[in-house]
Nanobody, 123 residues
Framework: QVKLVESGGGLVQAGGSLRLSCAAS????????VGWFRQAPGKDREFVAGISWSDTHTYLRDSVKDRFTISKDHAKNTLYLQMNSLRPEDTAVYYC????????????????WGQGTQVTVSS
């Protein structure tokens, strides 16, 4: 079973940047779909970004698409989320996740999860 280990969260001021990392251990991502979710206090969890490990298909939700970039490093089995121009509304616990489900589409079963890392953006 692949294990996801996250890092890179922290406290930044509005307008600052962070890069989140999600490293896979145990197994490689292989042909998985991988991505990032976030959940703010009192809010539903939302899908932020996704990428196919085996190709270049990506997704970014509208509220972050001009500011965030999702990327991957196959050699390191690591997923990244580069977050620029951060806003207070980006404050949340960010989770990396992977889906082993075959087929296309971003609405899918996400069956492997990291522990989450806190991102706090002050104004």
């Amino acid at each position: 079973q692949v294990k996801l280990v996250e890092s890179g969260g922290g406290l930044v001021q509005a307008g600052g940047s962070l890069r989140l990392s999600c490293a896979a251990s145990g197994r490689t991502f292989s042909s998985y779909t991988v991505g990032w979710f976030r959940q703010a206090p009192g809010k539903d969890r939302e899908f932020v970004a996704g990428i196919s490990w085996s190709d270049t298909h990506t997704y970014l939700r509208d509220s972050v698409k001009d500011r965030f970039t999702i990327s991957k490093d196959h050699a390191k089995n690591t997923l990244y989320l580069q977050m620029n121009s951060l806003r207070p509304e980006d404050t949340a616990v960010y989770y990396c996740a992977a889906s082993t489900m075959e087929g296309s589409g971003w609405s899918r079963s996400w069956d492997i999860w990291g522990q989450g890392t806190q991102v706090t953006v002050s104004s």
